[in-house]
């Protein structure tokens, strides 16, 4: 079971599998315009790091619209991983 984390002193998101850590989704976040910008996703497993990226800028971006926070995204793979119907 996947568990996310915002990781806010190292500006990132951080994806757990099973308590390990599996991914992660670096930011910066602009608070005068309530936006996340998502510049660079990482998996540190490369068996299932589509799953994993998958998984993370879903979540990630579910916590932005949760919170009425807007989206910024600059990372390749995060942009390949994202699903605008979410």
């Given at each position: 079971?996947?568990?996310?984390?915002?990781?806010?002193?190292?500006?990132?998101?951080?994806?757990?599998?099973?308590?390990?850590?599996?991914?992660?989704?670096?930011?910066?976040?602009?608070?005068?315009?309530?936006e996340?910008?998502?510049?660079?996703?990482?998996?540190?497993?490369?068996?299932?790091?589509?799953?994993?990226?998958?998984?993370?800028?879903?979540?990630?971006?579910a916590?932005?619209?949760?919170?009425?926070?807007?989206?910024?995204?600059?990372?390749?793979?995060?942009?390949?991983?994202?699903?605008?119907?979410?």
């Amino acid at each position: 079971m996947y568990t996310l984390l915002n990781n806010t002193d190292a500006s990132k998101f951080d994806l757990h599998l099973a308590g390990k850590l599996v991914a992660s989704l670096h930011y910066t976040f602009d608070s005068f315009e309530n936006e996340f910008h998502f510049f660079h996703c990482e998996s540190f497993e490369s068996d299932d790091a589509d799953n994993h990226c998958s998984e993370l800028v879903k979540r990630a971006i579910a916590t932005a619209r949760k919170n009425w926070l807007k989206v910024h995204v600059t990372c390749p793979i995060a942009l390949k991983h994202m699903d605008l119907g979410a």
